[in-house]
């Protein structure tokens, strides 16, 4: 089971907004949105079309399948939308360079600081094999 993605955690936001939608085809859909689905498939209301020629059209209702969407224009104030913060203490710490790349970035964070298991409590050098820790 996977989780629910940021894009479709905002098209979900933008429900009750103006939005516009190009399809592949090139026409330009602009309206409310009453529903939207996980795969993108999307339902509007009150739209205006605009034909790939220019030609400009007033439709009630409209169905539109996820897969011909080109692209989504949502309103900007959906950048304020929940989905967007980092939440706890920690939300704005942790994101540098290294961040999220696995066990092996954090041990050498650990000998950079002196910690970890290849150093005794004194500091000094464990055995052999150890390698002292690296210090810029």
């Given at each position: 089971m996977s989780t629910i993605?940021?894009?479709v955690k905002l098209i979900h936001?933008?429900?009750?907004?103006v939005i516009t939608?190009?399809?592949?085809?090139?026409a330009a859909y602009r309206g409310t949105l009453y529903?939207?689905?996980d795969n993108f498939n999307i339902a509007m209301k009150d739209i205006t079309v605009t034909a790939p020629d220019g030609k400009q059209s007033h439709l009630e209702n409209v169905y539109i399948r996820g897969n011909m969407l080109r692209f989504i224009i949502v309103p900007d104030m959906l950048q304020q939308a929940p989905m967007f913060k980092r939440i706890g203490p920690n939300g704005m710490k942790g994101r540098g360079i290294g961040s999220a790349?696995?066990?092996?970035t954090i041990l050498r964070a650990q000998a950079r600081r002196g910690r970890g298991g290849s150093s005794s409590a004194s500091g000094g050098s464990a055995?052999?094999?150890?390698?002292p820790p690296i210090r810029r």
């Open positions: 993605g940021i894009p936001e933008a429900v009750g907004h939608v190009e399809l592949k085809g090139g529903d939207a689905e790349r696995g066990r092996a055995g052999a094999g150890s390698r």
